[in-house]
């Protein structure tokens, strides 16, 4: 029962990691971006929820749709101000410049929230639904569905759309999908804007079930990354995959080693790369022809 | 060269000059030489993370590991031994590079995206360890370091001068670096990485000897420094600002140059240390570095010194506009000897043994299979043709004989060998050279750093010998007037028109003296008098023993030169035979233009 227990657990995590990663590797796939500022995005949305929630007392789940599109429009702004530019400079660059965003994100953050926790707590934070012996903490299992909710909606959004279809259709093949009149200049907007909006909504869910500050922004981005480099970089299915790993290793290592979980995610990582270095759901492409 | 002929060597020696002298002539130095010396240390990491990041251009962004490995292999050692940290700084550096000879081996295999992220996530792995390995690292509290007697006023000096002689040291070992041939490889690793090892340079092996090497300044400065301190403490937002700050430096100042990382780090530490008189608060100087680091990368990507650079060498070059050499010129072959350009020793030349066989090669993509079961030979001294519809499989094939890919199925024979399994580079030094359709030269180096960065094997001696050693210079010069592009020289690849770039990779690939050149399309894009020329090329170093394999569409060209040509049609091998009984066979025809075409041709 035990095992069980750690297991939904690990579960309900992955999802909210699926979500998250799926955002990063969006971007990665459609424009060759690592985009290193969504785990500070993720921690503005949360902040921002915080505040709100402390102002008002606002059930913070109604906050989903609102974050969600407000960071979505946050990071369309900052592709269309800054990435845009650098992008031709190749992906090292842009690394550097989300690096930058990054880091005076968090200096922002630390004036205007301080270098505080903060956690919001509605009336179920403290409850949990009990099935026979499984006890699910309502945080935990509300961010976990919820996640999973949005993550469907935006697999087949992605397959179904013709947004979608063309924003996979840039992924692959830029100069091919701006023959066929997909402007990559939108497409990437698009990406970015997406990529920011799981960190939109993430944010909400994080804030219901941990404790955030401005500085917490490392280990989510350390975990996206990981996810990402695990699963294959550009891969949602991989991301999820691999999201599924560390929630369930996580929650094992929680249950029985709880000082070394970050460690064994990333070795994990570790041997994965040995064997794959590209990770387990990525494609080696033909190099000649895109070169 | 002078090294003092170079302005930036003699900002360079002045600078080190008075941070030299400032102890012994200025007075109450002790707040600036505090200042100083993590200016230092940050000229050493920026210098140390240009190694790996500024030549090889494999951005890490959680390079400050290393000093927490040097910091701690100074502590725990000492602590152990009973000797302070700093008199163990070489086995900092020891055990840094061993470390990231590791890590380097796993994840400089993968591209170079992961990369980026993988560094990340060593910096936040090795943290983890250090605050929860309590019986070793004293936990998240870290513990106080053994310091020496001479220790007790907490003087600032020794430190000064010790970070001061590592910086000089760190310098002179970035300097040998991108003197040798590895610095050229590593600059041709970033340039572009599949090409490199197609003309011999073992990818892996630079890239993890660069990324180990560009480890061992932190490791030394790291025990240093944690004497300085007097304490480790695994705090791990501030290894990662670190981190920003070292990049930031290498950024500021101009990564892949020499001196670029130095002045970088004064700057953005002089930066820091003032905002932090000014803005006080360290939520203020995050905020500050990070929109720095924005700012850096969308206005001076390049860095301060390759952009004043830059601006110096414009006003000096207005009016000697670049002289362009026309096109006829080249096309007169010198006549170099073209025995010394093509001799290759130690091979059989067993005329019984084909050159090159391909044996049941299968490569499928997905559900494509691309090449279905071709099995083919090269005969010695030949020169054989490939040709066939788009999509038959050529190209495919071809990677598969170079070792871009690896086939599914069946084996590739070089000279009697299998080498089916071997890498990319190994091919290369085996005699196996190759052009691409589209080049892909190295377009910010020049025409000879092009043609001396082929390694002709893998050792340490070769790696560590000067770029520009005697022999290999003389016989770039000797292919390039084979050539006849002997007054391109000194032009960078980029300025070359594009015919001019088949020409050069041409002479590129000759430098590793093959046995057997492979020609991807050599013919496609270029104007007629150039493809005269490559063929005269091409006959002249057939002459001389060289075997050639020759994709290629333009028909005419293939069989005028060819003694023998292979036809791929769907993946397999249509037919192959003479010149003569290819141009007659109905069957070509028909896998060119279709069988609704049949009857036209027939009908003429």
């Known amino acids: 029962m035990e095992i069980v227990q750690i297991l939904a657990f690990g579960i309900l995590m992955g999802g909210v990691y699926a979500l998250l990663s799926s955002g990063v590797t969006l971007i990665f796939g459609v424009l060759d971006v690592v985009n290193v500022a969504q785990g500070s995005f993720l921690v503005f949305s949360a902040l921002l929820t915080w505040q709100i929630w402390d102002l008002t007392g606002i059930e913070p789940l109604l906050l989903i749709p609102v974050m969600g599109a407000l960071m979505a429009f946050f990071g369309w702004i900052i592709y269309r101000g800054l990435v845009k530019r650098v992008v031709p400079q190749g992906p090292g660059m842009t690394v550097l410049l989300m690096f930058g965003v990054a880091i005076a994100m968090e200096g922002i953050l630390n004036i205007a929230f301080g270098n505080k926790f903060k956690s919001v707590t509605p009336p179920y934070f403290t409850q949990s639904l009990q099935i026979g012996e499984l006890v699910l903490p309502y945080p935990q299992l509300i961010s976990g569905v919820m996640a999973a909710i949005v993550l469907v909606g935006l697999f087949f959004y992605l397959k179904l759309s013709w947004a979608g279809r063309a924003l996979r259709a840039s992924a692959q093949n830029k100069d091919g999908a701006a023959l066929v009149g997909i402007s990559s200049i939108k497409a990437s907007s698009l990406a970015f804007a997406i990529g920011a909006m799981t960190a939109g909504v993430g944010g909400v869910l994080l804030i219901i079930m941990y404790p955030i500050y401005p500085a917490t922004q490392y280990d989510w981005i350390a975990k996206l990354l990981g996810i990402i480099v695990l699963g294959g970089m550009g891969s949602i299915p991989g991301a999820v995959i691999a999201s599924m790993i560390l929630g369930i290793s996580e929650a094992f290592a929680q249950a029985y080693i709880p000082q070394w979980s970050a460690a064994i995610f990333f070795g994990v990582i570790l041997v994965v790369l040995l064997f794959r270095p590209e990770g387990l759901l990525g494609e080696k492409t033909r190099e000649d022809v895109t070169t | ?604």
Not at chain 2, 15 to 30: A, E
Not at chain 2, 390 to 410: A, H, I, V, W, Y
């Open chain 2, 1 to 604: 060269m002078s090294a003092l002929k170079r302005p930036a060597n003699v900002v360079g020696a002045v600078l080190i000059l008075l941070l030299f002298l400032y102890p012994l002539v200025g007075s109450d130095t002790r707040y600036f030489e505090s200042v100083l010396i993590v200016c230092m240390l940050y000229a050493i990491m920026a210098s140390g993370w240009n190694i790996i990041s500024g030549l090889a251009g494999y951005v890490s962004l959680g390079h400050s590991v290393y000093l927490y490995i040097g910091m701690y292999t100074g502590a725990i050692l000492g602590k152990m031994w009973g000797v302070p940290p700093m008199y163990l700084m070489v086995l900092g550096g020891v055990v840094a590079a061993a470390i990231a000879v590791v890590v380097g081996f796993i994840t400089l295999r993968t591209r170079s995206h992961s990369f980026v992220i993988i560094t990340i996530a060593v910096l936040l792995l090795f943290m983890t360890v250090a605050q929860n390995w309590k019986s070793l690292t004293g936990g998240t509290d870290g513990f106080i370091v053994k310091q020496p007697e001479w220790n007790k006023d907490n003087p600032t000096t020794p430190y000064y001068y010790t970070f001061l002689g590592l910086m000089v040291l760190t310098v002179a070992l970035v300097a040998f670096i991108m003197r040798s041939r590895l610095g050229a490889g590593l600059v041709a690793i970033r340039n572009d990485e599949g090409k490199a090892a197609s003309i011999g340079v073992n990818t892996t092996l630079y890239k993890v000897t660069a990324y180990a090497l560009s480890a061992v300044p932190f490791g030394f400065a790291g025990a240093v420094y944690a004497q300085y301190l007097g304490f480790v403490t695994p705090t791990t937002a501030l290894a990662i600002l670190m981190s920003v700050f070292l990049v930031l430096a290498a950024l500021v100042g101009g990564r892949g140059t020499l001196w670029g990382p130095v002045i970088g780090g004064f700057l953005v530490w002089g930066a820091n240390e003032a905002s932090t008189v000014l803005a006080g608060e360290f939520s203020a100087r995050l905020l500050i570095m990070g929109v720095i680091l924005i700012l850096t990368v969308m206005f001076m990507p390049a860095g301060l010194l390759p952009t004043i650079s830059r601006f110096v060498h414009r006003r000096k070059s207005q009016g000697s506009a670049v002289a362009f050499i026309d096109q006829a010129s080249i096309a007169q072959t010198s006549d170099v000897a073209i025995d010394s350009i093509v001799a290759r020793t130690g091979q059989s030349t067993d005329p019984a043994v084909p050159e090159l066989e391909v044996k049941g090669i299968v490569k499928r993509f997905g559900g494509v299979t691309a090449v279905d079961g071709v099995s083919m030979t090269v005969e010695r001294g030949s020169i054989t043709g490939l040709i066939g519809p788009n999509g038959s499989g050529k190209t495919t094939l071809f990677n598969c004989m170079t070792g871009t890919f690896q086939p599914d199925e069946g084996a590739v024979i070089l000279n009697g060998e299998d080498i089916t399994r071997q890498k990319v580079w190994t091919r290369a030094h085996e005699g196996l050279g190759r052009t691409f359709q589209i080049t892909r030269l190295f377009k910010s180096m020049t025409v000879l750093d092009n043609l001396v960065a082929p390694l002709e094997k893998t050792s340490v001696r070769e790696l560590v010998a000067g770029r520009y050693s005697g022999e290999e210079v003389d016989r770039a010069r000797e292919v390039l007037d084979f050539m006849g592009l002997a007054q391109f020289e000194g032009q960078e690849a980029a300025a070359l028109s594009f015919g001019q770039q088949k020409l050069v990779e041409l002479a590129q690939v000759l430098m590793l003296r093959p046995s057997i050149i492979l020609l991807d399309e050599p013919a496609s894009g270029i104007n007629p008098t150039l493809i005269e020329k490559l063929a005269s090329v091409i006959r002249r170093l057939n002459d001389a023993g060289t075997t050639v394999l020759i994709v290629e569409h333009n028909i005419p060209l293939v069989l005028s030169l060819c003694d023998r040509v292979h036809v791929l049609a769907e993946g397999q091998v249509l037919i192959s035979g003479t010149p003569d009984e290819i141009r007659n066979d109905p069957q070509v025809i028909e896998a060119y233009l279709g069988p609704d075409h049949m009857l036209e041709v027939n009908d003429v």
